[in-house]
């Protein structure tokens, strides 16, 4: 995997900004949220072309290794090669994303966590920067 950042406690109402540099030739990239790998609030899948989908946003959540029902969004604001930041506020209810170019999605809360311990990055996204704003 990418980069792991553990130990963190983002309560609900937080909001957490990820940024990184998109490669060129990118073909997906994902950035997860929650407890563990295998408890996750929700992974957020950038596919530029993968698994069939070609620029596609994939989220789903993960509970004991299980992966739940899969929301897909087609706006899809990403270009490889360039700097992106994904935003991510959550609450005992609902994730919500705001896109580049402040588009947003709601993805429901199935795991019900309230804080957020683990984030990591996997694929063809260069980790800059994790912060709170
Ligand atoms: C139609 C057929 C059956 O239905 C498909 O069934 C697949 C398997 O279940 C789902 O796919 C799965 O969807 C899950 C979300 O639900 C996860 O995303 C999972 O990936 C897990 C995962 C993460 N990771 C690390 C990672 C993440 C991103 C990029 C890279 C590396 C990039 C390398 N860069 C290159 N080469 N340039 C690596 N690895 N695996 C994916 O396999 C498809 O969505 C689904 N499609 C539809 C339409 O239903």
Redesign the pocket.
């Known amino acids: ?2 980069i792991v950042c553990t130990n963190l406690n983002i309560a609900p109402g937080q909001r957490v900004a990820v940024k990184g540099d998109v ?1 060129p ?6 950035i ?1 949220l929650g407890k563990s790998p295998d408890v996750l609030l929700l ?1 957020f ?1 950038a ?1 530029f072309d ?4 070609v620029k596609t946003i ?3 959540s ?1 509970n004991k290794g299980q ?2 029902k ?1 929301l ?1 969004e087609t706006n899809f604001p990403f270009q490889e090669g360039t700097t992106a930041e994904v935003l991510f506020t959550h609450d005992k209810k609902e994730v919500i994303i705001t896109l580049p170019g402040n588009h947003q999605v709601k993805f429901p809360n199935e795991t019900g966590l309230e804080n957020i311990e683990f984030v990591c990055i ?3 996204l260069n980790f800059r920067s994790l912060s709170l704003v």
């Open positions: 995997p990418g490669l030739g990118a073909k997906s990239f994902a997860n992974h899948n596919r993968a698994h069939g989908d994939v989220c789903n993960k992966w739940g899969e897909r996997d694929g063809d």
